[in-house]
């Protein structure tokens, strides 16, 4: 039977080679040439390219459209959110578990401070401290029991962000992954690079059948720029504390970045655009399913106080006041008559 298999698939290879080689492959090798020796990046991304993750992850790539039988287009969706689903999503749910346990030991600090202050002042008038040498005390003691709270509840605020150290070595190595499957590296003139490049040359759908070329509609590039910003906004909408001043400036900053995105994605293969959508589409997904109580509480998140009772309802407020579509409410009528 694998035999069998085995010559089907040949078959089938060879056909689709001879069919479409002689026009894609050729372009597709000569870009693959340019792009290599361009911008003086060739020992960047050849490193890059040839680096054992990424290789892992090209055959993880084929095995999936290979074992699943789907078209590319969506083997690269199908991929992006197995891959978030095992590697960025339970990352995501330690961080708010973190997150809820640092609010928790911040709730305590208060009568802390307020003990640490008397003992500051009784050991200044026993030892005749300087008020210098108190406010170096005081400041020590009060680091120490943060420290100590933060060991017992497990919970250091570097964790908060233990998602980018899962996230972005994924999404880099996703990405040169697919680019090396578009552009026949690091080696074009292997069989298997041909065929897969052969594949996705009709791998796509709708307005973009080959996923070799870029999305010359722009509707990729456009949807990729607007989901990111809704996850940045849907952060900050949800937030129930005050923004701080760095936060804000953070928030500007990314927002930015998701406007940038949109011309990168212009001239990217779409595979890169499909690949960049699913994935951001899921982090919007997995931020609005995490807003909901039921699913904190299943996923072991402790209730907190910043935490919202009906946050799609909230959410819903926000976006039309901002959108400036909700209605005046009566007591503004009656003080505007």
Request: charged fraction near 15%.
């Given at each position: 039977m694998s035999l069998l298999l085995g010559a089907c698939r040949r078959?089938?290879?060879?056909?689709?080679h001879a069919r479409f080689a002689s026009t894609e492959l050729s372009a597709a090798a000569t870009a693959a040439t340019q792009l290599s020796n361009a911008s003086g990046m060739v020992g960047f991304w050849q490193t890059l390219s040839n680096s054992t993750p990424v290789a892992y992850m090209q055959d993880a790539l084929i095995q999936i459209h290979d074992y699943s039988g789907l078209p590319w287009w969506s083997a690269i969706v199908l991929s992006t959110f197995l891959f978030r689903s095992v590697v960025t999503l339970p990352l995501t749910i330690y961080q708010h578990r973190i997150t809820a346990r640092i609010e928790g030991i911040a709730l305590e600090m208060p009568a802390i401070v307020e003990e640490l202050k008397r003992e500051a002042a009784r050991a200044k008038q026993k030892f005749k401290w300087s008020d210098k040498q108190t406010a170096v005390v005081y400041r020590r003691s009060i680091k120490k029991q943060w420290q100590q709270l933060i060991i017992r509840d497990n919970c250091h605020p570097m964790k908060t962000i233990i998602v980018l150290w899962g996230q972005i070595p994924l999404w880099i190595c996703q990405s040169v992954a697919l680019r090396n499957l578009v552009y026949m590296l690091p080696d074009p003139t292997t069989l298997q690079a041909q065929i897969v490049a052969t594949e996705l040359t009709i791998g796509g759908f709708g307005w973009i059948p080959n996923l070799t070329v870029v999305d010359g509609s722009y509707i990729l590039p456009v949807a990729l720029g607007l989901i990111n910003l809704a996850i940045i906004e849907v952060q900050t909408m949800t937030r129930t504390r005050p923004q701080t001043r760095l936060q804000s400036?953070?928030?500007?900053?990314?927002?930015?970045?998701?406007?940038?995105?949109?011309?990168?994605?212009?001239?990217?293969?779409?595979?890169?655009?499909?690949?960049?959508?699913?994935?951001?589409?899921?982090?919007?997904a997995q931020n609005l399913l995490l807003l909901a109580p039921e699913v904190r509480r299943a996923v072991g998140i402790p209730k907190t106080q910043t935490e919202l009772d009906q946050p799609y309802d909230q959410l819903w407020l926000k976006i039309q006041k901002r959108a400036r579509i909700l209605e005046e409410s009566p007591a503004d009528k009656s003080t505007n008559k």
């Amino acid at each position: 039977m694998s035999l069998l298999l085995g010559a089907c698939r040949r078959f089938k290879y060879g056909y689709m080679h001879a069919r479409f080689a002689s026009t894609e492959l050729s372009a597709a090798a000569t870009a693959a040439t340019q792009l290599s020796n361009a911008s003086g990046m060739v020992g960047f991304w050849q490193t890059l390219s040839n680096s054992t993750p990424v290789a892992y992850m090209q055959d993880a790539l084929i095995q999936i459209h290979d074992y699943s039988g789907l078209p590319w287009w969506s083997a690269i969706v199908l991929s992006t959110f197995l891959f978030r689903s095992v590697v960025t999503l339970p990352l995501t749910i330690y961080q708010h578990r973190i997150t809820a346990r640092i609010e928790g030991i911040a709730l305590e600090m208060p009568a802390i401070v307020e003990e640490l202050k008397r003992e500051a002042a009784r050991a200044k008038q026993k030892f005749k401290w300087s008020d210098k040498q108190t406010a170096v005390v005081y400041r020590r003691s009060i680091k120490k029991q943060w420290q100590q709270l933060i060991i017992r509840d497990n919970c250091h605020p570097m964790k908060t962000i233990i998602v980018l150290w899962g996230q972005i070595p994924l999404w880099i190595c996703q990405s040169v992954a697919l680019r090396n499957l578009v552009y026949m590296l690091p080696d074009p003139t292997t069989l298997q690079a041909q065929i897969v490049a052969t594949e996705l040359t009709i791998g796509g759908f709708g307005w973009i059948p080959n996923l070799t070329v870029v999305d010359g509609s722009y509707i990729l590039p456009v949807a990729l720029g607007l989901i990111n910003l809704a996850i940045i906004e849907v952060q900050t909408m949800t937030r129930t504390r005050p923004q701080t001043r760095l936060q804000s400036i953070a928030n500007n900053v990314f927002r930015g970045l998701s406007v940038l995105m949109v011309p990168i994605a212009c001239t990217v293969p779409s595979a890169l655009c499909v690949y960049w959508v699913a994935s951001s589409s899921f982090g919007l997904a997995q931020n609005l399913l995490l807003l909901a109580p039921e699913v904190r509480r299943a996923v072991g998140i402790p209730k907190t106080q910043t935490e919202l009772d009906q946050p799609y309802d909230q959410l819903w407020l926000k976006i039309q006041k901002r959108a400036r579509i909700l209605e005046e409410s009566p007591a503004d009528k009656s003080t505007n008559k």
